[in-house]
């Protein structure tokens, strides 16, 4: 019998590897509690909260978790069925008015997760007869929904209009639909996204323009939409993506756009209507959630102080930090086993923050992604980066 298993033999040599030299497995970290948006329980021990996306701290909302209780009790805990079938609520049709009026947009579709959201609009919009110019440091659910939409994938360095443009010329005469994907701000490093540019090179070249702001939507531009609302291109992007899960701290995705096309999206998304609808608890605590996230524009100044904070402590400590002050901040170290070294005493320390290794870092090298939330106070921040520099010392990174 053919070893259904053999195909991962490379996979489980790495992760013997790392898991032989780590005290801890890094992809088994468990948070036993949280205590507040910033603190939880890790191996017994209240730990600094510096490796989450909940970046408005909304997770822990007060306002989010009474409308949660209050539908569960009054309208049940799930609706069993696809949006299609019998899975379409009032609360689902409210949420999508609701974002649509947020973006100014005419148009939404709430997906039940941020990654289907991706899967269903790039697999809809494009087929094998289009196009797809992907930024090279997309997410994985960009690069799923590409592999879904059967498109051709012409990937662009990251963040570089001079490499997409090049590539837009290349297929002047290329019959099918062009879409160029891009993040608002990338989850691993932190980089802004030059979306105005990127709307300048697709106005020029009949191109449409996808951008996702899943970790941006609620942490950047006045009102929060993201960083098209900061960069003033809003007007040139077509589809605009994100998700539940970082600032507004629940769960499920969505898309918004003027393009009235997408009203058969609903009938041909097949991440939208093969999997079941987000159950109405979460509805509500998202609506309220944007409530807080409305009525409380200080806490993006907060964010962006707090960014800032964290960005200059970790370089001034003399660790390797990216150029954009952003909620996230990448430490980029040198090898696999100093970054697992380096990870594991972070945590011993009370700081948690993310490890993330190659291949899904960019440039091949070991990050620490760090993130910080309009929560944390000055002292908070103070401290991860005074425990950083002490264990940058002993590992002389
Ligand atoms: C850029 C980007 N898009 C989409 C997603 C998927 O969102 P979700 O985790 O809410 O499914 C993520 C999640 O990390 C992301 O970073």
């Known amino acids: 019998m053919i070893d259904i ?8 040599t790495a992760y013997e590897g790392l898991t032989a030299v780590s005290p801890r497995n890094p992809f088994e970290v468990v948070i036993e509690r949280p205590l507040s948006a910033t603190v939880g329980l890790i191996e017994g021990r209240e730990t600094l909260l510096f490796g989450t996306n909940n970046y ?5 909302s007060s306002r989010a978790a009474e409308a ?16 299609i079938a019998n899975g379409t609520f009032g609360l689902h049709q409210r949420l999508e008015k609701r974002l649509a009026s947020f973006f100014g947009r005419k148009h939404c579709m709430v997906f039940s997760t941020g990654y289907q959201a991706n899967l269903g609009t790039i697999s809809a919009l494009v087929n094998k007869d289009d196009v797809l110019l992907l930024d090279a440091d997309s997410h994985a659910s960009i690069y799923d929904g590409a592999k879904l939409s059967g498109a051709q994938v012409i990937r662009f360095r990251h963040n570089d209009p001079v490499d997409l443009e090049k590539r837009l010329a290349r297929l002047k005469d290329h019959p099918g639909a062009k879409l160029i994907i891009a993040e608002g701000i990338y989850s691993m490093t ?14 020029r070249h009949g191109a449409y323009l996808m951008a996702d702001e899943a970790h941006s939507f609620g942490v950047l531009g006045e009102h929060g939409r993201g960083v098209a609302e900061m960069q003033g291109c809003e007007d040139g992007i077509d589809f605009i993506v994100g998700t539940f899960s970082k600032s507004l701290g629940t769960v499920g995705g969505y898309c918004v756009t003027d393009h009235d096309g997408v009203d058969l999206m609903r009938l041909c998304s097949r991440p939208y209507m093969f999997t079941a609808s987000l159950p109405p608890e979460i509805i509500a605590a998202t609506l309220a959630a944007l409530d807080d996230m409305e009525a409380r524009p200080e806490l993006r100044v907060k964010l962006q102080e707090n960014a800032a904070r964290l960005h200059a402590g970790l370089k001034a400590a003399g660790l390797q930090t990216g150029e954009h002050v ?3 901040v990448a430490v980029t170290l040198e090898n696999i086993p100093q970054a697992v070294g380096f990870w594991n005493a972070l945590l011993e320390n009370g700081v948690y923050v993310n490890l993330s290794l190659p291949p899904a870092t960019p440039d091949n090298r070991p990050l620490l992604r760090c993130s910080v939330m309009a929560a944390h106070s000055a002292e908070e921040i103070d401290k991860a980066t005074a425990v950083f520099k002490a264990v940058a010392e002993h590992f002389q990174a």
Do not use: C, W, Y
């Open 56 to 60: 408005l701290g909304l997770s822990q």
């Open 190 to 203: 932190g980089n802004v996204a030059p979306l105005d540019k990127f709307v300048d090179i697709k106005t």
């Open 5 to 12: 298993f053999a195909k991962h033999a490379a996979l489980r």
């Open 68 to 83: 949660a209780i209050e539908t569960a009790r009054t309208m049940g805990v799930g609706t069993t069925g696809s949006r």
């Open 326 to 328: 952003s909620p996230v």
